[in-house]
Each structure stands twice: as structure tokens, then as C-alpha cells.
């Protein structure tokens, strides 16, 4: 099956302008999260969605990140504007079901670096 | 809150050698437990898991087992080769939400 797709795989940008990421679920994946992983650190979660509804998203930053999932399949992820600290990896996965036991998937993540 | 500890590294090997990678957990009630490895240049790969307490969770020759009395998931390998050197995370997942909750990763360099 084919995996979850990123994209950009890269970006730089200066602070205070904006950026968006796109995420292409595992086809038939009902959950969806994007991650934020900063170097040396493990990934932090920024939100979750359960087909396109919020289900957790209380460690995104509202003020300057928004995300959406329209549809239930693809989703956005925004910052406006970015600061130096944003810099970052960030991770979409997914998973077929929300389940305790249900493993990630993860694509290969959108490095953002902000000058 | 819930949260996951893992031995500072980096773990440095010479081919061949035993590896174990510490992790700890906290949390309430009986969280699944993950290893998630991150080779250079491409992402988070589920490596094992286990989702109760005495499972054994195993893939490539690793192994982790789920001891809920000391709450651990320790990961470990028999003979490490140049082609394990990678980030190893540990993580874990509970909750109404079920988000994963990883620890700070362990970089493990294995030299031939």
C-alpha cells in the first residue's frame, strides 16, 4: 500500500511570513495527526483529527498554526506568521483506527527552516 | 501527565555487541507501548510493539517486553550491525484520544 505522503520536503522561509504542508493520509486511514519535531527532540503532537473532526489539539499553537481536513482524507497544515522557533520537522501520520493498540504511519516529514 | 524516558545517548556499538536502549513510562492505567526507529534521511518506522503487560513485542531481531511492576520497555538486540545505527524512540499510547506520546530518542551508532 502505498505510504503517507508529504509535501514539501523542505522549506525555508523568513520569520513572520507564512507556510503551509500538505498530507495525503494512507487511503482509508479515519485518523489523521500532524507532529512537530524539533532537533533532538522527540515528535510532540499538534493536533489529531478523526475523519474531519478535531479530536486533539490542545498543544497547537492557535495564535500563528491552523490546520484542516477537509473531506476526511487530505489536510493542511498553516503557520502565519512563522517565527525562529518554528523551525522544525513536521510529521503527518496516520492510522486505520483510533485504537489504543493501532500503530502510526508516518510519512517522511516537511523540514521548515525559518531564517 | 503521561510521559516517556529514555537513556541519554549516543549509544556507540562495535558490530556484533548486545545493545539495550532504556525506556520508562508513566501513566495511569495500561497504556500500548511502541519502538518507532528513525534511520537517516527517512521517517519514523514502526519497529515492535506490545499492548499489555508480559507481551514480548519483536521485529529484526529486536525485542522489548512490556513490565508493567517496573514500567519498562526496554529495548534489546542480540548482535547489532552497521545498518541498525539509527534514532530509536520509545513511545507510548493511551487515552480517549489515543495520541502517541514519544520519549526524546536515542541515536545509536554501531561502527564495523
Not at chain 1, 10 to 33: D, M
Amino acid at each position: 500500500e502505498a505510504g503517507v505522503a508529504q509535501s514539501p520536503r523542505y522549506k525555508i522561509i523568513e520569520k513572520r511570513q507564512s507556510v503551509a504542508f500538505w498530507c495525503n493520509p494512507i487511503s482509508g486511514h479515519a485518523t489523521l495527526y500532524w507532529y512537530q519535531q524539533i532537533l533532538g527532540q522527540g515528535p510532540k503532537l499538534l493536533i489529531q483529527f478523526q475523519n474531519n473532526g478535531v479530536v486533539d489539539d490542545s498543544q497547537l499553537p492557535k495564535d500563528r498554526f491552523s490546520a484542516e481536513r477537509l473531506k476526511g482524507v487530505d489536510s493542511t497544515l498553516k503557520i502565519q506568521p512563522a517565527k525562529l522557533e518554528d523551525s522544525a520537522v513536521y510529521l503527518c501520520a496516520s492510522s486505520s483506527e483510533g485504537g489504543q493498540g493501532s500503530p502510526l504511519h508516518f510519512g517522511n516529514g516537511t523540514r521548515l527552516t525559518v531564517t | 501527565g503521561d510521559s516517556v524516558t529514555q537513556m541519554e545517548g549516543p549509544v556507540t556499538l562495535s558490530e556484533e555487541a548486545f545493545l539495550t536502549i532504556n525506556c520508562t513510562y508513566t501513566a495511569t492505567g495500561y497504556p500500548s507501548l511502541f519502538w518507532y526507529v528513525q534511520y537517516p534521511g527517512e521517517g519514523l518506522q514502526l519497529l515492535l510493539k506490545a499492548t499489555k503487560a508480559d507481551d514480548k513485542g519483536s521485529n529484526k531481531g529486536f525485542e522489548a517486553t512490556y513490565r508493567k511492576e517496573t514500567t519498562s520497555f526496554h529495548l534489546e538486540k542480540g548482535s547489532v550491525q552497521v545498518s541498525d545505527s539509527a534514532v530509536y524512540f520509545c513511545a507510548l499510547k493511551r487515552g480517549a484520544t489515543n495520541k502517541l506520546i514519544f520519549g526524546t530518542g536515542t541515536l545509536l551508532a554501531v561502527q564495523p
